[in-house]
């Protein structure tokens, strides 16, 4: 957004009178902010397109209706290029801590159901999918254009990544969220809301289950729990070991990310140190997929 962004809120014909509004800390390809019209409160959200990481906004536009239809997200009010209003839900957002106590991971499994299964029937228009390995790739090559400082590290990922997509194999394809952070579910006090679908597209639904696990640091005995409760009956052994190799590639996919972001993003936001967090934890679940796999062989590093 090249205009100043309160200016460009407040000069909207939607509102009916005087607004008052708050900006909302934490979004890093976002500017938010809680409006007050008339004694109502909206959520706003000021973006353009980011081809770099495949954010279109007429998908999030077309993805956040379709996840009010069927009961996940707030409201879409109104929507004009740059600039999405939603209905205000007064909440606590989650942090990892909470995404691992159970009572949330009962209430997050129907979730995902929902948008897996119910979200294909309330998507219109074109609809993008999510491949993890084809993300991948494109970063990586954003990051040899741009000369990256990374640069010398990107060979070694990008057979990582190879080996990774050779082990998920076929997939089944639903429609998913594909961002599940903490920060992207909100609790009212009687129920959870899951929002920001800038990445929502058609993939496996193993990698929305690798990416909660992933980002919030499950353990393995609610990894087992989350994968017997999301098949119900529990899948094969192939599917977890498919999961496994999805939790590297949702850790890879984040550091990429913000490698991409560290030369590209005009946000304040530490994207070094987060490309940091996320290359260490990256290589810890590379460790453990590895060493537990029959017949991979090392790769160096």
């Known amino acids: 957004m090249n205009r100043d962004p309160a200016q460009l809120i407040q000069q909207l014909d939607y509102w009916r009178g005087d607004i008052s509004l708050e900006p909302v800390g934490g979004g890093i390809t976002n500017r938010n902010y ?9 959520f706003v959200r000021l973006g353009n397109d980011i081809p770099l990481h495949g954010v279109m906004r007429f998908n999030e536009l077309q993805a956040s209706r379709a996840a009010w239809e069927v009961g996940l997200s707030p409201q879409v009010l109104h929507w004009e290029p740059g600039i999405l209003i939603l209905d205000f839900i007064e909440g606590k957002t989650l942090s990892e801590e909470d995404i691992r106590q159970d009572p949330y991971l009962e209430q997050i499994v129907p979730m995902l159901h929902i948008c897996h299964r119910d979200m294909t029937q309330q998507v219109r228009g074109p609809a993008l999918i999510f ?16 000369n990256s400082r ?19 194999g ?13 920060a992207n579910f909100l609790d009212d006090g009687q129920r959870l809301w899951l929002i920001d679908w800038d990445y929502a597209g058609y993939n496996s639904p193993l990698f929305d ?12 005995s609610q990894e087992d729990w989350l ?3 999301y098949f119900n009956p529990p899948d094969s052994g192939k599917a977890r070991r498919a999961f496994e190799a999805m939790k590297c590639a949702s850790l890879l996919r984040e ?32 460790r453990t997929f590895e060493a537990a796999s029959p017949d991979a062989g090392p790769v160096s590093a």
């Open 34 to 42: 809680v409006v007050t019209d008339q004694g109502r409160r909206y």
């Open 131 to 146: 491949w993890v390995f084809h993300v991948i790739r494109d970063y990586v090559a954003t990051l040899n254009i741009a």
């Open 150 to 168: 990374m640069i010398n590290a990107l060979p070694a990922l990008v057979e990582k990544s190879r080996q990774l997509e050779q082990t998920v």
């Open 170 to 182: 076929a997939i089944d394809l639903v429609y998913g969220h594909n961002d599940l952070l903490a």
């Open 209 to 220: 289950l690798a990416n909660l696990a992933s980002n919030n640091g499950l353990s393995s």
């Open 227 to 229: 994968l017997d409760r």
């Open 255 to 286: 550091s990429l990310w913000s490698m991409v972001s560290e030369i590209h993003s005009d946000i304040d936001f530490d994207f070094i140190e987060y490309t940091r967090e996320n290359l260490d934890r990256f290589e810890s679940q590379w």
